[in-house]
């Protein structure tokens, strides 16, 4: 080999197109992903690829808790749980003072101002607690996600995982899929308690209501099953929020500008994935109430 001769390592890729074929299809290891200006369809493919193989890797992490991958689960959780605590928890009392002002303001022309408790306590556990901690992880951490892929992805790294036989899958995107399901429902728990508290500032320092009224109407108001379906949410909202965001950075082209788009899409169609199954999970309540427990 003459000096300055780079050697190129082979990648293993289907017959007649850029996909492996056989396993790959459950691991989520593919030679590349298609372009970004492909049909929805093919977008949609590729997505469930990726949540197959995440899927598969996750109950593998979870069989396995003192694997190699089980530490890049604690450092995604660190990064996409813990350091969102402090956006969640501002951000969470702050909609708890809307909440209050805008309930009460509409109850006020019909005098029943005093029973505005009774729909922020239902209605924070079940609707705004979890999606406000999923679009508030979605606008600090899903632009992080893609990004970093798409990077890695530019610059030959995931290339390289796979010609060493490693699926960027069970190593890049199970930890963060595993970090959000655990990150999400714990955040949206503490935003309930937050968004609570937001409701009894509004309550009493600005309504004139006393604690004890305040703290009665939230009791009576309040369900397990409210909570239940809210931290079911948050789960489902974590597992939109990771695949979408891997899929957009492991998909960019080869270069740099890639990235940035990359971040933007992210964001983008995790807002519209958490709105979008949010709107079909309260779809499904609303024709089936037996499940709305």
């Given at each position: 080999?003459?000096?300055?001769?780079?050697?190129?390592?082979?990648?293993?890729s289907?017959?007649?197109?850029?996909?492996?074929?056989?396993?790959?299809?459950?691991?989520?290891?593919?030679?590349?992903?298609?372009?970004?200006?492909?049909?929805?369809?093919?977008?949609?493919?590729?997505?469930?690829?990726?949540?197959?193989?995440?899927?598969?890797?996750?109950?593998?992490?979870?069989?396995?808790?003192?694997?190699?991958?089980?530490g890049?689960?604690?450092?995604?959780?660190?990064?996409?749980?813990?350091?969102?605590?402090?956006?969640?928890?501002?951000?969470?009392?702050?909609?708890?003072?809307?909440?209050?002002?805008?309930?009460?303001?509409?109850?006020?022309?019909?005098?029943?101002?005093?029973?505005?408790?009774?729909?922020?306590?239902?209605?924070?556990?079940?609707?705004?607690?979890?999606?406000?901690v999923?679009?508030?992880?979605?606008?600090?951490?899903?632009?992080?996600?893609?990004?970093?892929?798409?990077?890695?992805?530019?610059?030959?790294?995931?290339?390289?995982?796979?010609?060493?036989?490693?699926?960027?899958?069970?190593?890049?995107?199970?930890?963060?899929?595993?970090?959000?399901?655990?990150?999400?429902?714990?955040?949206?728990?503490?935003?309930?308690?937050?968004?609570?508290?937001?409701?009894?500032?509004?309550?009493?320092?600005?309504?004139?209501?006393?604690?004890?009224?305040?703290?009665?109407?939230?009791?009576?108001?309040?369900?397990?099953?409210?909570?239940?379906i809210?931290?079911?949410?948050?789960?489902?909202?974590?597992?939109?929020?990771?695949?979408?965001?891997?899929?957009?950075g492991?998909?960019?082209?080869?270069?740099?500008?890639?990235?940035?788009?990359?971040a933007?899409?992210?964001?983008?169609?995790?807002?519209?994935?958490?709105?979008?199954?949010?709107?079909?999970?309260?779809?499904?309540?609303?024709?089936?109430?037996?499940?709305a427990?």
């Amino acid at each position: 080999m003459q000096p300055g001769t780079v050697m190129s390592l082979p990648l293993r890729s289907a017959p007649g197109g850029n996909r492996a074929s056989g396993g790959s299809y459950l691991t989520g290891e593919f030679a590349s992903s298609p372009p970004r200006g492909q049909r929805p369809a093919a977008r949609f493919l590729s997505r469930g690829r990726i949540a197959v193989g995440a899927l598969h890797w996750l109950g593998w992490i979870l069989a396995s808790p003192r694997s190699v991958v089980s530490g890049g689960v604690a450092r995604e959780l660190d990064s996409l749980g813990v350091g969102s605590l402090r956006l969640v928890a501002s951000a969470s009392v702050l909609v708890g003072l809307i909440a209050t002002f805008q309930v009460a303001y509409q109850l006020k022309q019909y005098g029943a101002e005093s029973v505005s408790a009774l729909a922020i306590g239902w209605f924070a556990t079940r609707e705004l607690g979890p999606l406000v901690v999923a679009l508030l992880v979605v606008s600090r951490s899903a632009s992080a996600v893609a990004g970093e892929l798409g990077a890695m992805t530019t610059n030959g790294e995931i290339d390289a995982l796979r010609a060493m036989g490693l699926d960027p899958v069970k190593y890049l995107v199970a930890p963060k899929l595993a970090a959000l399901c655990v990150a999400l429902p714990a955040l949206t728990i503490i935003a309930d308690g937050l968004i609570t508290l937001g409701g009894w500032l509004g309550t009493t320092v600005f309504l004139g209501f006393n604690s004890r009224y305040y703290l009665e109407q939230i009791r009576s108001s309040l369900a397990m099953s409210d909570l239940a379906i809210g931290v079911a949410k948050s789960l489902l909202f974590g597992f939109v929020i990771a695949v979408i965001a891997s899929d957009e950075g492991l998909g960019v082209d080869r270069r740099v500008g890639a990235i940035g788009e990359a971040a933007s899409r992210g964001v983008v169609y995790c807002l519209l994935g958490v709105l979008a199954a949010d709107t079909l999970i309260n779809a499904v309540f609303y024709f089936i109430p037996r499940l709305a427990l």
